[in-house]
């Protein structure tokens, strides 16, 4: 069963620009997450979508960041424009299914993760 | 809110067992714990999930008691391999009132040979 995959693997700009990160969830799999995760810290979630509608996004900085899932199954996400404390590793998870009942129970898959670093 | 306790670095010589214990004191009825393993470069991995007594699996041994507000992580013959960071999980109400599993900042394993 092939994984979540995320592109790129790495990436570095400067503060100010923008930058856009990408994700292929499990084949099947309904809902999706983006984490941002600071070194030393644990992921913390920035959205998760079911399908494509957004489930929870309140702790997205919707100034700057952005993200969409349009066809229910790829995800991206965007910065504009980016500042040094957005460096960090964006990770994407997805999971087969979100019913409120079954949320102790779910279970997540991650991607490697996209590492930035703002300059 | 719910939220975990756990120490923030152990370190084990290889063939021990190692025990890593959370605290959840706030943990919701119907709520499970979960266990994530993360080494470096990588992303989260599940590990274990239970909701009382004991869970047994090939990877490792978890251990509720009756009351649920702590849990133990078990790691039987660690290796150098199991150094990594381990997260603890229990659910949590977000902002938007979604019910979520919140990582906190985990345990950091070091195993020496």
């Known amino acids: 069963e092939a994984g979540v995959a995320q592109s790129p693997r790495y990436k570095i700009i400067e503060k100010r620009q923008s930058v856009a990160f990408w994700c292929n969830p499990i084949?099947?799999?309904?809902?999706l997450y983006w984490y941002q995760q600071i070194l030393g810290q644990g992921p913390k979630l920035l959205i998760q979508?079911?399908?494509?509608?957004?489930?929870?996004d309140s702790q997205l900085p919707k100034d700057r960041f952005s993200a969409e899932r349009l066809k229910g199954v790829d995800s991206t996400l965007k910065i504009q424009p980016a500042k040094l404390e957005d460096s960090a590793v964006y990770l994407c998870?997805?999971?087969?299914?979100?019913?409120?009942?079954?949320?102790?129970?779910?279970?997540?898959?991650f991607g490697s993760g996209t590492q930035l670093s703002v300059l | 809110l719910a939220k975990t306790t756990q120490p923030i670095s152990m370190d084990s010589y290889e063939g021990q067992e190692v025990n890593i214990t959370c605290s959840h004191n706030?943990?919701?009825?119907?709520?499970?714990i979960t266990w994530y393993q993360q080494f470096p470069s990588q992303g989260p991995r599940f590990i274990i999930q239970?909701?009382?007594t004991k869970v047994t699996n090939e990877v490792a041994s978890l251990f509720i008691p009756a009351d649920r507000k702590s849990s133990t992580l078990s790691l039987p013959r660690v290796s150098l391999s199991d150094t990594a960071v381990y997260y603890c999980?229990?659910?949590?109400?977000?902002?938007?009132?979604?019910?979520?599993?919140?990582f906190g900042k985990g345990t950091k394993l070091s195993v020496i040979p």
């Open positions: 999980l229990v659910g949590d109400i977000s902002g938007a009132g979604s019910y979520q599993l919140t």
């Open positions: 979508f079911q399908n494509n509608g957004v489930v929870d």
């Open positions: 239970g909701y009382k």
């Open positions: 084949s099947g799999h309904a809902t």
């Open positions: 706030n943990i919701a009825t119907n709520d499970y």
């Open positions: 998870a997805s999971s087969l299914d979100r019913q409120r009942s079954e949320v102790t129970n779910e279970k997540l898959f």
